[in-house]
């Protein structure tokens, strides 16, 4: 499932990223690697942003680069 499919307020873990390396690299940026669990806390209206929870960090994503993000729902719904 993609990031941009994910309901508001369920934790997920990042599996994998689609694409070129350009998108792994902006990930890197932000701090989010394949492996760390996030949850989507605001969705912008008009295709705007997301705004994700990641490790009690807010990091607002692009919904081109959300969309690129796949992600498996976390088996406990806390980080």
Do not use: Y
């Not at 694409?19 to 690299?25: F, H, L, R, V, Y």
């Not at 989010?32 to 605001?42: E, I, K, S």
């Not at 912008?44 to 607002?60: H, K, S, V």
Request: charged share 25%; proline share 5%.
């Amino acid at each position: 499932m993609r990031l941009t499919e994910v309901e508001t307020a369920i934790w997920v873990t990042l599996v994998g990223i689609e694409g070129n390396d350009g998108a792994e690299k902006k990930l890197a940026q932000f701090g989010l690697f394949t492996g760390d669990r996030a949850r989507v806390v605001r969705r912008a209206p008009l295709g705007g942003p997301l705004l994700l929870d990641a490790g009690g960090r807010e990091i607002a994503l692009g919904r081109s680069l959300a969309h690129k993000i796949l992600v498996e729902p976390s088996a406990c719904g806390s980080p």
